[in-house]
């Protein structure tokens, strides 16, 4: 096998190239302008992946990664430490650019992302426990393989905190995973994903690694796909979803907002609305605003931190209440991953709102979604953001605008 230029970063964080037949080859920790010797090449009809065997030639922006478990564990949270941070902006703001060609057949220039924080600033983040009992991460392209972490060079000082007085402790019996969070405004919290619901004698060590930290977090049960339940006597609202950093979490949503232009009067929805912070600022510049979120604890909790008139909050999926909503003239949408699907989609088109913002995680399905509003809408502004640096992750807002 001869060796490959990389010529690009795929949306998934490897390196691209091409081998001598013309196929495109994904190769793990590669960078833009290595030469690279790849091995273990697993051909496919089109394309073909690889791992990085020996690097014969480094690019100009190939870094040192800084991070211990990086290259040692070959830890898969993070994909292009490898990367600067320049780099991986311009590499993050290629691939929105080239998924939208592609998929969503748009030609958008994507403008520069904004520099940010590129270590310690994640506040979230979950370990998994393995059938061994070995609590860590996942090692890249091996989800059945986990090694013990020691620190996360990309989570904040307080989450890192608190997983040094969880590390090491006796976990109660059919613990799978955890999630720590702290730092950043956050209040801090331990959620323990299991089946059952511990048993208070079993909690006893992990109570007491987490009294040491000093930094006293409430600690809570999920079951899978369930409701948390609180295991502390008194505790704080269950912890909901949140940006792994929030700050530049704000700025996106003050920025989507800002975009979807003047509100007075306006009827705007806010589609899966989470802690619902966007439809307080909808309402605050004076719009009556429908809020759709499924989970009904995250609901109840907006609701009695941040009682506001002119803000009606509706429980349940989506796709079940779209089409009660009274009709907008504003949308804003922040899907999951999976974005939001032709079905929400086209009740939104049907709905006919003068304009949309669309907050995606994912470039795949904001292209797929995007073009499925067809020729009625047209891309009124684009930004991406570096939300998570260090990994392929990219943070895009999209404003459309009725044609």
Not at 125 to 133: I, K, L, N, P, Q
Not at 344 to 368: E, F
Request: aromatic share 4%; glycine share 10%.
């Amino acid at each position: 096998m001869n060796a490959v230029r990389i010529t690009g970063i795929s949306a998934s964080g490897e390196g691209v190239g091409r081998l001598e037949d013309g196929r495109a080859v994904f190769i793990p920790r590669a960078a833009p302008g290595d030469l690279v010797q790849p091995v273990d090449v697993q051909l496919h009809a089109r394309y073909a992946r690889a791992q990085l065997g020996t690097l014969l030639e480094s690019g100009p922006d190939r870094v040192e990664p800084a991070c211990r478990h990086y290259t040692a564990d070959r830890c898969g949270g993070c994909q292009l430490q490898h990367l600067s941070a320049p780099a991986q902006r311009a590499a993050k703001r290629e691939m929105v650019e080239e998924t939208l060609r592609r998929i969503g057949k748009l030609n958008v220039t994507v403008p520069p992302l904004p520099p940010g924080r590129e270590w310690g600033y994640r506040t979230r983040f979950t370990v998994t426990r393995d059938a061994a009992g070995t609590v860590g991460f996942h090692r890249l392209g091996e989800p059945g393989r986990i090694f013990p972490l020691v620190t996360c060079a990309i989570a904040s000082a307080e989450a890192n905190t608190l997983w040094a007085g969880v590390r090491g402790v006796q976990l109660p019996p059919g613990t799978e995973r955890i999630t720590l969070r702290a730092g950043e405004g956050e209040a801090a919290s331990v959620v323990l994903h299991c089946p059952e619901q511990p048993a208070s004698a079993d909690l006893g060590p992990l109570r007491a690694g987490l009294a040491g930290t000093g930094m006293l977090p409430s600690l809570w049960w999920q079951r899978e796909r369930g409701q948390m339940v609180p295991l502390d006597s008194t505790p704080d609202a269950a912890p909901g979803f949140s940006q792994v950093q929030p700050a530049l979490g704000d700025a996106i949503r003050e920025h989507a907002v800002a975009v979807l232009g003047p509100a007075p009067g306006a009827t705007a929805w806010d589609l899966y609305s989470g802690a619902g912070q966007a439809s307080l600022m909808l309402a605050e510049a004076g719009a009556q605003v429908e809020s759709v979120e499924r989970d009904a604890a995250v609901v109840g909790a907006a609701e009695q931190a941040h009682p506001r008139p002119g803000i009606t909050r509706h429980v349940g999926r989506v796709e079940q209440l779209i089409r009660r909503l009274p009709r907008p003239t504003l949308v804003y949408t922040n899907p999951p991953r999976t974005g939001m699907g032709a079905e929400v989609v086209g009740a939104i088109r049907s709905a006919g709102p003068a304009r949309v913002v669309y907050v995606s995680c994912d470039p795949a399905t904001l292209a797929r979604d995007i073009l499925a509003f067809g020729d009625g809408y047209r891309i009124r502004s684009v930004q991406s953001w570096d939300l998570f640096p260090q990994t392929a992750h990219v943070e895009t807002v999209v404003c459309l605008e009725a044609a």
